[in-house]
């Protein structure tokens, strides 16, 4: 029974996050296949029968854990809009992947980790997804080109160039930090990468003035 003056849907909610970020650990760790429920519950805090109260299997978590993901992304994604300005809305797409980076480093490399093993567990309906909304802002791309905002660039290929450069610092912090001379990331080092990558690549997207 939930305390008093707190409901079902807040604990639910405060569980599946705690629960959602053991698992990150975990799986970031150990990988889907070697992970296990009763070491999620342990790092979550919460007794193994409460982790299969709100969720099935470690798959299910799994899934989550990635839908979690691809969710902040598409927060990120809308900074891209036919609306904005092409320099405004790239230096804030830029900035927002960034922080999200800095902030999620652990479920950032888990995704990373799930990639480089060939994307077995990664769900059709989270590809689709993907492959909708990249779609979708290619052709914000396309119209700020045709518009002359922009010299002409193959938009899922400047997609590609800023998805690696903003996950890099999270993914292979320790060769980010090897790179800077520093022992580990700062937020100052993230804002100083958000101005380098968005200057160089608003350097060759901007039109020249005539």
């Given at each position: 029974m939930a305390a008093p003056g707190v409901s079902e849907d807040r604990i639910r909610?405060?569980?599946v996050q705690k629960i959602l970020s053991?698992?990150?650990e975990v799986f970031s760790r150990k990988g889907l296949d070697g992970a296990r429920i009763v070491e999620?519950?342990?790092?979550?805090?919460?007794?193994?029968?409460?982790?299969?109260?709100?969720?099935?299997?470690?798959?299910?978590i799994y899934n989550a854990t990635i839908a979690h993901l691809?969710?902040?992304w598409d927060e990120a994604f809308q900074h891209i809009s036919a609306d904005r300005e092409p320099a405004v809305a790239i230096e804030d797409y830029v900035?927002?992947?960034l922080e999200y980076a800095r902030q999620n480093a652990a479920e950032t490399r888990l995704f990373a980790n799930e990639i480089l093993q060939g994307a077995g567990h990664l769900s059709g309906e989270a590809r689709d997804h993907m492959r909708s909304i990249t779609a979708e802002k290619a052709k914000v791309i396309d119209a700020w080109v045709a518009a002359g905002k922009m010299v002409k660039v193959d938009a899922r290929h400047l997609f590609i160039l800023l998805w690696s450069?903003?996950?890099f610092y999270a993914e292979f912090?320790?060769?980010?930090?090897?790179?800077?001379?520093?022992?580990q990331l700062r937020t100052a080092d993230y804002n100083l990468a958000a101005k380098t990558i968005t200057q160089t690549v608003l350097g060759?997207?901007?039109?020249?003035?005539s």
């Open positions: 909610a405060r569980n053991a698992a990150v999620i519950a342990k790092a979550s805090g919460l007794p193994k029968g409460n982790v299969y109260y709100y969720f099935s299997s470690k798959e299910e691809i969710h902040s900035r927002t992947k450069a903003t996950q912090e320790a060769l980010a930090c090897d790179a800077l001379q520093v022992d060759g997207l901007l039109p020249r003035p």
